[in-house]
């Protein structure tokens, strides 16, 4: 039986197609259907000690392995 409990993270899958006024598709793109086409991407939700999410900058060459090991 599955537990009710939240968990703290989440896959989807999104791509970078837009519509006739420039703005991104995302999830809601109708091409999904297709496996190849979109990206899959994961979302880990870390609580903080004091319950609010820090603000950080990223860079988009560092991989996952590199951050974690700071």
Do not use: N
């Not at 989807?12 to 519509?19: A, E, Q, S, T, V």
């Not at 006739?20 to 793109?29: E, K």
Request: proline share 7%; hydrophobic share 25%; net charge positive.
């Amino acid at each position: 039986m599955r537990s009710s409990a939240r968990r703290p993270g989440r896959f989807y899958r999104r791509c970078g197609c837009r519509d006739a006024d420039r703005r991104q598709l995302g999830a809601g793109c109708p091409r999904l259907a297709d496996d190849r086409h979109g990206t899959w991407t994961f979302a880990v939700d870390i609580p903080s000690f004091d319950g609010r999410r820090p603000g950080f900058g990223t860079d988009p060459h560092e991989t996952v392995a590199a951050y974690l090991t700071k």
